[in-house]
């Protein structure tokens, strides 16, 4: 069975097994600075699933175009069902999960979920993927709201490109586009084919005790934020968090996501030449036998089979 993935932006891919169409995120229709990514969701013609990672706008927007136009099904969080409800998905159409569950998508092929976490939006972290962030270690949620409410949290310092996209078309583009101001509960998926698995998750953070008994054949990795390793901040880099994945699943094959320069001026690209060395560099040092695939936007890239 051919497995082959496209790359949509953001943490948004498209995943094909054999005849089995399954969009992870959906979250393609972005502001007009934002590079294109070669489709958008009204374009969307064939979908047999949506996997939400979690329910934040740049994740879970465009499923609400997507299962209507093409009848897929949504798996994501109670939260992510309830946006997808009020914005007139069907009933029938959302499989609502938090963790445990196995469903089902063809004949040959299955998904596991699993609980994850998100990235520490309360601190917020570097755009320098090479940047070794430290502190705020241990703070309960009242000292991290403390925390949010001195820096700004988010995602963190402000971006390098900056000024590079219109502010206020941001702005307008976030007003109306769904979504929530909470994750749902974030979750990761393990969709398995007869020609290996793929792990995805689509926000920098993970409970390395459920990660690391899921032997992965290729894992998509986020690469944003200030990571989170069972719910504390990373004391470290994002190249390390990446590093630090690798490890935990030992897949034969990396992707990253969630690190183009998704809604300026936000945000920029972070797969900067050096950036990507300093990845490279963590990956030979940690798990020296994984290949990271460096995927272009929609080309197709056949991963497994
Ligand atoms: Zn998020």
């Given at each position: 069975m051919a497995v082959t993935l496209d790359w949509l932006g953001?943490?948004?891919?498209?995943?094909?097994?054999?005849?089995?169409?399954?969009?992870?995120?959906?979250?393609?229709?972005?502001?007009?600075?934002?590079?294109?990514v070669g489709l958008t969701a009204a374009e969307v013609t064939r979908a047999d699933y949506v996997l939400v990672g979690h329910s934040h706008f740049d994740h879970i927007a465009g499923a609400e175009v997507i299962a209507p136009r093409t009848g897929a099904k949504v798996i994501g969080s109670n939260e992510t069902a309830r946006v997808l409800r009020e914005a007139g998905v069907a009933e029938g159409q959302l499989l609502a999960a938090q963790g445990g569950e196995r469903f089902r998508l063809s004949p040959e092929v299955t998904v596991r979920v699993f609980p994850s976490l998100h990235s520490c939006i309360w601190v917020g972290?570097?755009?320098?993927?090479?940047?070794?962030?430290?502190?705020?270690?241990?703070?309960?949620?009242?000292?991290?709201?403390?925390?949010?409410?001195?820096?700004?949290?988010?995602?963190?310092?402000?971006?390098?490109?900056?000024?590079?996209?219109?502010?206020?078309?941001?702005?307008?583009?976030?007003?109306g586009t769904i979504g929530s101001r909470e994750t749902g509960g974030a979750l990761a998926f393990l969709i398995e084919t007869p020609d290996g698995s793929v792990f995805y998750h689509d926000?920098?953070?993970?409970?390395?005790?459920?990660?690391?008994?899921?032997?992965?054949?290729?894992?998509?990795?986020?690469?944003?934020?200030?990571?989170?390793?069972?719910?504390?901040?990373?004391?470290?880099?994002?190249?390390?968090?990446?590093?630090?994945?690798?490890?935990?699943?030992?897949?034969?094959?990396?992707?990253?996501?969630?690190?183009?320069?998704?809604?300026?001026?936000?945000?920029?690209?972070?797969?900067?030449?050096?950036?990507?060395a300093a990845v490279r560099e963590e990956l030979g040092r940690v798990a020296p036998r994984v290949e990271l695939l460096a995927l272009g936007f929609n080309d197709g890239t056949r991963i497994l089979g």
């Open positions: 953001c943490a948004t891919f498209r995943l094909t097994a054999g005849d089995l169409v399954i969009f992870l995120d959906a979250y393609i229709d972005r502001v007009s600075s934002a590079p294109l972290g570097s755009w320098d993927v090479a940047k070794v962030v430290t502190g705020h270690y241990g703070l309960t949620e009242a000292e991290r709201a403390a925390v949010r409410a001195e820096t700004g949290g988010g995602i963190g310092e402000r971006a390098r490109g900056a000024g590079a996209g219109d502010p206020e078309e941001m702005r307008e583009h976030m007003r926000t920098s953070g993970v409970w390395t005790g459920v990660a690391s008994t899921l032997r992965p054949d290729v894992a998509i990795v986020a690469m944003a934020g200030r990571p989170n390793i069972d719910g504390e901040p990373i004391q470290g880099s994002l190249a390390q968090f990446v590093g630090r994945m690798a490890d935990l699943l030992r897949p034969r094959r990396l992707v990253l996501g969630h690190h183009d320069n998704w809604m300026p001026p936000m945000t920029t690209d972070m797969a900067t030449p050096e950036a990507m």
